[in-house]
């Protein structure tokens, strides 16, 4: 091989860069000479932006020109040995600050996991590794490791102090990777599966003889010999029997029990089991399809020879998952990567216990619970393709795959696949399916009551549609009653939130040891505190809401910025002593039930109650293993979770999700009321739903009595075309922020005017939204609706874009922020 001349060698070589920042373009350095060999597109580089910031970037393009302008600075390191960015999810990248009209930068920040996008500010901590040799160490390494001891924590910036040099990133790195530190975010446990211990007789007692003998044995211990009965009477109804089975069926103590296994006759197998998926399924690899699975999951592939979308619209407990499963395994036999999308994290640990019985290590867990170092653990596998599928929330799109196949979203319709802030304000299924498209990859869209877009797109044949109507097994649908409240009140049924039905009918399902599922979607103990004498409201400094009262804190809350105050007892106002609670959230309705029902065991699942690493899984873990009679929850407890003891479903007050101010209520409200529904039930029993409501003859609460997905389409269709939503336009908001509120009034307006003079009346507003004031910011909105048909959306964003430069020019305008939201329902 010849060495390549001199002046080859010196040629000069200029880096566009993506930096981690809110900047309209990427930036132009140099390449020093020595570091000519080391770049590569998609790879980290070390550099500096404004006076004394140092960050590391990403390599977006390389050439020879040199920027016209300004005079490039020098990159100061190459971090990567390998691009840890590939040009597919650079495209991505592209396609999402293009589409939702926010900055390259801005993507990457939501991309990249902290430890791949370290900055001076960035925080490191040392390890807790007493088993890794620092003796093996340079004398900065171990100069960095002696300051974290004694400091606990330094940012990047401190660490450049202590070596006195500007490239302490790739030392950093090393260090990182070698286990020595830790990028100092939230430090999680990592998953681990729930597992059972079971009880099984040792196989010398199983043939008649043996457990005759056993039995004599037995004679002068006669707790342990009803023991022993009750376990082949239990094991003639069910396969697997846990000691506290076994204690509710013989009637004899633990002790009985510990004794046997002391004496070998009953042996303890440890086996992974479901927290979701009824009474504690065993999970097992093998499962055979229904008629209905089968028949769901050849549409699904004959569809897939026309369309890369499909649609599959399946009840509740039909089976979908066991479906999916089959799609991976033969998207893996194809050599293809499977992503599975799931629009919240608790569901990711349901369903990770089944995948890993299937796939094992080639399935990786990615999301925003995992600490910054395990993230960057499951980058760089995805990257080396040692993760075959990735099992996520939202941010898993961005992992960067080598061949993706298959992308499955589950719960489509959730509004959790919505990012809101900050930005990229990106809808993760929407993304997912431009992902897809770049891989040439087919999508899987999965709902038991889907988008009114997405099934709209099925209707119109651009996705493929498969139905799977039937619940798996015997399981059927629950029966849904409803309670007028006011009917109720009037009769004098009504005690507290609770109707005399509703009441029974929790008794009932208590005495026959099933449980209870009470639903009420607002946290706290009372949404708002007024003056009986001159309606004065407890109000956030901060924000225009009302403060919640939260008893666990016995402090009024705001849910908007967290600004918490003293509960008054006194109207500030008028001083009279006559501050009443108005309204009730989960916190007040525990409380109520508690005093109606004393000998209830009552659990509550909401954010106040899930908080902390384990919050949510130590409550669900609880409820299933029957330590509570009731759960009190919020739309948490409507996220896909399946118990095996629960008969009954209570909605308390069904108006207040109906009569929510926005164009999708009635869609969230029947999606909201038929997946808590689709909690009722187990495998053979019928569930009940009981819905309180002051508007029975409701449409939406008829639909979701009927399980009329269908009708609940066609109508909420009809009125989207009348008044100009989606399917059939595009919704853009941009909301003007400023902490003066004429200042934000008339900037708005100026805004408005702007687009107004190209877009003419498809300019609605400005306007204040619901919530007018957030943080001492004050919010004016602007909403653009574009029809989708014969017009360019991309140039409707570049009369934005324009408007916005024009906009931010005019020096009155300074200090005023402005929030695009591209499709923000």
């Known amino acids: 091989m010849s060495h390549p001349d001199l002046f080859a060698e010196r040629k000069t070589y200029f880096v566009d860069v993506i930096l981690p920042l809110a900047i309209a373009k990427t930036y132009t350095y140099r390449v020093p000479f020595e570091l000519n060999e080391k770049i590569g597109i998609g790879k980290r580089v070390i550099v500096q932006f404004g006076k004394n910031k140092v960050y590391s970037a990403i390599v977006r393009d390389i050439g020879t020109a040199a920027p016209e302008k300004y005079e490039a600075k020098y990159i100061l390191d190459v971090v990567d040995d390998y691009a840890i960015v590939d040009e597919g999810q ?392 409803i309670v007028n409240i006011a009917e109720a009140a009037r009769k004098g049924e009504m005690q507290s939130y609770f109707s005399k039905t509703l009441l029974d009918a929790i008794g009932e399902a208590v005495s026959k040891k099933e449980q209870v599922i009470l639903f009420q979607n607002r946290r706290g103990h009372t949404p708002f505190v007024q003056c009986s004498t001159c309606g004065y409201v407890a109000k956030c400094i901060n924000c225009d809401v009302s403060l919640t009262y939260h008893k666990s804190s016995n402090l009024l809350h705001c849910h908007y910025c967290g600004h918490t105050e003293n509960t008054v007892s006194v109207c500030p106002a008028c001083g009279m002593p006559h501050m009443e609670s108005k309204g009730y959230g989960t916190e007040r ?55 095996g003891r629960v008969s009954l479903i209570g909605i308390l007050n069904a108006d207040t999700i109906i009569n929510f101010p926005e164009f999708r209520a009635y869609e969230r409200a029947f999606s909201l009321f038929s997946q808590v529904a689709g909690r009722a039930g187990r495998r053979q029993d019928q569930g009940r739903v009981i819905i309180q409501t002051y508007n029975p003859g409701h449409r939406v609460i008829e639909q979701v009595v009927n399980h009329d997905y269908e009708g609940m389409f066609m109508q909420e269709v009809t009125e989207r075309k009348n008044f100009a939503y989606p399917p059939f336009y595009r919704i853009i908001r941009l909301d003007v922020k400023h902490p003066d509120q004429q200042q934000a009034a008339d900037s708005a307006h100026k805004l408005a005017e702007l687009l107004r003079v190209s877009l003419g009346n498809r300019i609605l507003g400005p306007e204040p939204p619901l919530v007018s004031r957030v943080r001492n910011h004050y919010i004016q909105t602007i909403t653009l609706k574009v029809e989708r048909v014969n017009i360019n959306i991309n140039k409707v964003k570049e009369i934005i874009r324009a408007a916005l430069t024009q906009f931010e020019l005019d020096k009155q305008n300074a200090g005023v922020r402005v929030v695009i939201d591209v499709d923000p329902y």
């Open 90 to 481: 650079l495209k991505l990248w592209d396609w999402i600050a293009d589409y939702y009209m926010c900055h390259l930068g801005e993507v990457m920040q939501a991309a990249l996991p902290a430890a791949l996008k370290m900055a001076s500010e960035t925080k490191i901590v040392a390890a807790d590794n007493a088993e890794l040799d620092r003796s093996t160490l340079s004398d900065k390494a171990f100069l960095v490791l002696d300051a974290l001891d004694v400091a606990g924590e330094l940012s990047v910036a401190d660490v450049t102090k202590i070596l006195g040099q500007k490239t302490v990133f790739p030392l950093l790195k090393s260090l990182f990777e070698q286990g020595f530190i830790l990028i100092s975010e939230e430090i999680k446990e990592r998953y681990k599966p729930k597992t059972k211990a079971f009880l099984r007789l040792a196989s010398t007692y199983n043939d008649g003889e043996g457990l005759h003998l056993l039995l004599d044995s037995l004679n002068r211990a006669p707790k342990q010999q009803d023991a022993v009965l009750g376990y082949i009477q239990l094991s003639k109804m069910q396969e697997h029997i846990t000691r506290k089975d076994l204690m509710e069926a013989s009637g004899c103590g633990s002790s009985a029990i510990t004794s046997l296994i002391d004496k070998g006759v009953f042996e303890v197998q440890e086996q992974v089991v479901s927290r979701f998926q009824g009474v504690d399924v065993l999970l097992t690899k093998d499962f055979t399809f229904s008629e209905e699975q089968q028949r769901a999951f050849e549409e699904i592939n004959k569809q897939f020879e026309e369309k890369d979308v499909v649609l599959l619209h399946g009840v509740t407990a039909s089976g979908k998952t066991q479906i999916y499963i089959r799609m991976i395994e033969q998207a893996l036999q194809s050599a293809k990567n499977v992503l599975y999308l799931l629009p919240e994290i608790a569901l990711t640990t349901q369903i990770t216990e089944r995948l890993k019985l299937h796939f094992g290590n080639d399935l990786g867990v990615y999301h925003s619970k995992f600490n910054d170092n395990e993230r960057a653990e499951v980058w760089h596998k995805v990257l080396k393709n040692e993760y075959k599928v990735v099992i996520g929330a939202r941010s898993s799109i961005f992992l960067p795959f080598r061949d993706l196949g298959l992308i499955i979203v589950d719960e489509e319709h959730e509004s959790s696949y919505k990012q809101y802030e900050p930005a990229p304000r990106y809808h993760a299924r929407d993304t997912a399916i431009y992902l897809a498209y770049l891989h040439h990859a087919k999508v899987l869209l999965g709902s038991a009551t889907p988008s009114i877009e997405s099934y709209y797109n099925a209707k119109a044949k651009k996705y493929g549609l498969v139905q799977l109507l039937q619940r798996f097994g015997e399981a059927q649908l629950p029966s849904i009653e």
């Open 589 to 643: 309705v525990e409380e109520e039930l508690e005093i109606l029902m004393p000998d209830l065991r009552i659990g509550r699942l909401d954010l106040d109650s899930a908080k902390g690493k384990h919050g949510f899984e130590r409550i669900i873990s609880a409820f299933d293993d029957h330590e509570y009679d009731v759960l009190i929850g919020t739309q948490m407890v409507a996220k896909g979770l399946d118990f």
